[in-house]
Protein backbone atom coordinates (compact mmCIF):
# COMPACT_ATOMS: atom_id res chain seq x y z
CA UNK A 1 0.00 0.00 0.00
CA UNK A 2 1.21 3.29 -1.21
CA UNK A 3 -0.03 6.77 0.12
CA UNK A 4 1.08 8.95 -2.27
CA UNK A 5 -1.48 11.26 -2.09
CA UNK A 6 -0.27 11.79 0.98
CA UNK A 7 3.35 12.33 0.64
CA UNK A 8 5.89 15.20 -0.17
CA UNK A 9 7.42 14.20 -2.71
CA UNK A 10 9.44 17.20 -2.86
CA UNK A 11 10.47 17.12 0.74
CA UNK A 12 11.21 12.95 0.12
CA UNK A 13 13.79 13.99 -2.74
CA UNK A 14 15.52 16.71 0.02
CA UNK A 15 15.96 13.90 2.16
CA UNK A 16 17.22 11.39 0.32
CA UNK A 17 18.62 10.51 -3.67
CA UNK A 18 16.95 8.71 -6.49
CA UNK A 19 19.99 5.64 -5.58
CA UNK A 20 18.37 5.19 -1.98
CA UNK A 21 14.64 5.23 -3.27
CA UNK A 22 16.04 2.22 -5.83
CA UNK A 23 17.54 0.47 -3.42
CA UNK A 24 14.55 0.68 -1.53
CA UNK A 25 12.06 -0.74 -4.45
CA UNK A 26 14.52 -3.82 -5.30
CA UNK A 27 15.17 -4.14 -1.26
CA UNK A 28 11.31 -4.58 -1.25
CA UNK A 29 11.22 -6.96 -4.39
CA UNK A 30 13.65 -9.17 -3.47
CA UNK A 31 11.61 -9.59 0.47
CA UNK A 32 8.38 -10.33 -1.74
CA UNK A 33 10.42 -12.80 -4.00
CA UNK A 34 12.94 -14.16 -1.57
CA UNK A 35 10.51 -14.62 1.43
CA UNK A 36 6.62 -13.33 1.15
CA UNK A 37 5.68 -15.19 -1.95
CA UNK A 38 7.45 -18.50 -0.25
CA UNK A 39 5.32 -18.36 2.92
CA UNK A 40 2.49 -17.33 0.58
CA UNK A 41 2.78 -20.27 -1.77
CA UNK A 42 3.15 -22.97 1.52
CA UNK A 43 0.34 -21.27 3.21
CA UNK A 44 -1.84 -21.48 0.39
CA UNK A 45 -0.91 -24.84 -1.03
CA UNK A 46 0.01 -23.34 -4.61
CA UNK A 47 2.30 -21.51 -6.41
CA UNK A 48 1.82 -17.72 -5.95
CA UNK A 49 4.35 -14.55 -7.67
CA UNK A 50 2.21 -11.77 -8.20
CA UNK A 51 0.93 -8.99 -5.62
CA UNK A 52 -1.96 -7.05 -5.13
CA UNK A 53 -0.88 -3.26 -4.97
CA UNK A 54 -2.96 -0.34 -3.78
CA UNK A 55 -1.88 3.23 -4.55
CA UNK A 56 -3.97 6.01 -2.82
CA UNK A 57 -4.03 9.43 -4.53
CA UNK A 58 -6.27 11.06 -2.00
CA UNK A 59 -4.84 14.76 -0.65
CA UNK A 60 -2.44 15.54 -3.82
CA UNK A 61 -4.88 17.22 -6.45
CA UNK A 62 -2.47 18.80 -9.28
CA UNK A 63 0.96 18.46 -7.15
CA UNK A 64 0.56 14.47 -8.44
CA UNK A 65 1.27 16.15 -11.89
CA UNK A 66 4.63 17.77 -10.84
CA UNK A 67 7.85 16.83 -12.42
CA UNK A 68 9.30 15.28 -8.75
CA UNK A 69 5.85 13.20 -8.59
CA UNK A 70 6.58 11.65 -11.78
CA UNK A 71 10.06 11.02 -10.97
CA UNK A 72 9.20 9.30 -8.31
CA UNK A 73 6.57 7.22 -10.16
CA UNK A 74 8.80 6.48 -12.88
CA UNK A 75 11.81 5.18 -10.51
CA UNK A 76 9.11 2.38 -8.55
CA UNK A 77 7.43 1.98 -12.11
CA UNK A 78 11.02 1.22 -13.91
CA UNK A 79 12.35 -1.06 -11.64
CA UNK A 80 9.32 -3.67 -11.70
CA UNK A 81 8.98 -3.25 -15.76
CA UNK A 82 12.59 -3.85 -16.29
CA UNK A 83 13.55 -6.39 -13.23
CA UNK A 84 10.25 -7.84 -12.02
CA UNK A 85 7.87 -8.02 -14.48
CA UNK A 86 5.33 -11.11 -13.99
CA UNK A 87 5.42 -9.75 -10.12
CA UNK A 88 2.23 -7.18 -10.72
CA UNK A 89 -1.03 -9.34 -10.28
CA UNK A 90 -3.59 -6.61 -9.79
CA UNK A 91 -3.08 -2.81 -9.18
CA UNK A 92 -5.83 -0.58 -7.61
CA UNK A 93 -4.79 3.05 -7.88
CA UNK A 94 -7.50 5.12 -5.71
CA UNK A 95 -9.37 8.56 -5.08
CA UNK A 96 -7.97 9.67 -8.37
CA UNK A 97 -9.08 12.92 -9.73
CA UNK A 98 -10.44 13.36 -13.17
CA UNK A 99 -7.16 15.05 -14.30
CA UNK A 100 -5.52 11.63 -13.27
CA UNK A 101 -7.89 9.48 -15.08
CA UNK A 102 -8.02 11.82 -18.21
CA UNK A 103 -3.65 11.67 -18.28
CA UNK A 104 -4.49 7.72 -17.36
CA UNK A 105 -6.35 7.24 -21.17
CA UNK A 106 -3.55 8.71 -22.56
CA UNK A 107 -0.93 7.12 -20.73
CA UNK A 108 -2.36 3.47 -21.07
CA UNK A 109 -2.42 3.95 -25.00
CA UNK A 110 1.67 2.99 -24.67
CA UNK A 111 1.58 0.12 -21.99
CA UNK A 112 1.31 -3.75 -22.94
CA UNK A 113 -2.23 -4.73 -23.33
CA UNK A 114 -1.74 -7.86 -20.37
CA UNK A 115 -0.24 -4.68 -17.85
CA UNK A 116 -3.37 -2.59 -19.01
CA UNK A 117 -6.05 -5.46 -17.79
CA UNK A 118 -3.93 -5.56 -14.10
CA UNK A 119 -4.50 -1.57 -13.37
CA UNK A 120 -7.59 -0.41 -11.84
CA UNK A 121 -7.63 3.62 -11.61
CA UNK A 122 -10.88 4.75 -9.47
CA UNK A 123 -11.95 7.82 -8.13
CA UNK A 124 -14.31 6.77 -5.51
CA UNK A 125 -16.66 3.47 -4.62
CA UNK A 126 -13.73 1.27 -5.06
CA UNK A 127 -13.77 -0.17 -1.31
CA UNK A 128 -16.26 -3.50 -2.28
CA UNK A 129 -13.67 -4.25 -5.48
CA UNK A 130 -10.94 -3.95 -2.73
CA UNK A 131 -12.26 -6.38 -0.53
CA UNK A 132 -12.79 -8.86 -3.12
CA UNK A 133 -8.37 -9.33 -2.99
CA UNK A 134 -8.05 -8.15 0.68
CA UNK A 135 -9.34 -9.47 4.02
CA UNK A 136 -10.97 -6.15 5.94
CA UNK A 137 -8.80 -6.41 8.49
CA UNK A 138 -5.90 -5.91 6.95
CA UNK A 139 -7.41 -2.99 5.05
CA UNK A 140 -7.42 0.61 6.82
CA UNK A 141 -10.67 1.78 7.34
CA UNK A 142 -10.15 5.09 4.93
CA UNK A 143 -10.13 2.15 2.28
CA UNK A 144 -13.32 0.28 3.16
CA UNK A 145 -11.74 -2.33 5.81
CA UNK A 146 -12.27 -2.44 9.71
CA UNK A 147 -8.51 -1.51 11.01
CA UNK A 148 -8.28 1.24 13.15
CA UNK A 149 -4.45 1.58 12.06
CA UNK A 150 -3.17 2.21 15.17
CA UNK A 151 0.48 1.48 16.34
CA UNK A 152 0.58 -2.57 14.79
CA UNK A 153 -2.03 -1.54 12.48
CA UNK A 154 -2.16 -1.90 8.82
CA UNK A 155 -0.42 0.70 7.69
CA UNK A 156 3.00 1.25 8.27
CA UNK A 157 3.58 -2.45 8.57
CA UNK A 158 3.23 -5.57 6.45
CA UNK A 159 0.30 -7.09 7.21
CA UNK A 160 -0.53 -10.67 5.46
CA UNK A 161 -0.67 -14.72 6.14
CA UNK A 162 3.68 -14.54 6.50
CA UNK A 163 3.66 -11.79 9.46
CA UNK A 164 2.75 -14.95 12.10
CA UNK A 165 6.08 -16.52 10.61
CA UNK A 166 8.20 -13.20 10.30
CA UNK A 167 7.09 -12.47 14.28
CA UNK A 168 9.01 -15.61 15.08
CA UNK A 169 12.12 -14.10 14.00
CA UNK A 170 12.44 -10.60 15.25
CA UNK A 171 14.98 -8.64 13.02
CA UNK A 172 16.82 -5.37 13.52
CA UNK A 173 17.11 -3.48 10.82
CA UNK A 174 18.85 -0.15 9.49
CA UNK A 175 18.52 1.69 6.06
CA UNK A 176 20.37 -0.85 4.31
CA UNK A 177 18.84 -3.98 5.15
CA UNK A 178 15.61 -5.86 4.80
CA UNK A 179 14.04 -7.73 7.84
CA UNK A 180 13.83 -10.88 6.48
CA UNK A 181 14.03 -14.04 8.67
CA UNK A 182 15.80 -16.90 7.92
CA UNK A 183 13.62 -19.35 5.38
CA UNK A 184 13.01 -22.53 6.34
CA UNK A 185 14.84 -25.08 3.86
CA UNK A 186 11.43 -26.95 2.82
CA UNK A 187 10.17 -23.54 1.99
CA UNK A 188 12.88 -22.44 -0.22
CA UNK A 189 12.26 -22.11 -4.09
Not at 30 to 44: F, T
Not at 80 to 95: F, H, K, R, S, W
Request: proline share 7%.
Amino acid sequence: MELIGSMNIDEVFKRTTKERIVQYYIRQYERQRLYIYPVCCKLAGKKIETGFTIIDLKGGSSSLLSPSVQGFIKIASQICQDYYPETLGVMYIVNVSWIIKAGWWVIKAFLDAKTVSKIHIKGSGFEKEILEFVDPENLPKFLGGTCECQPGGCVGTDPGPWRSYFDKFPQETDSESVPCPPLPEKWKP
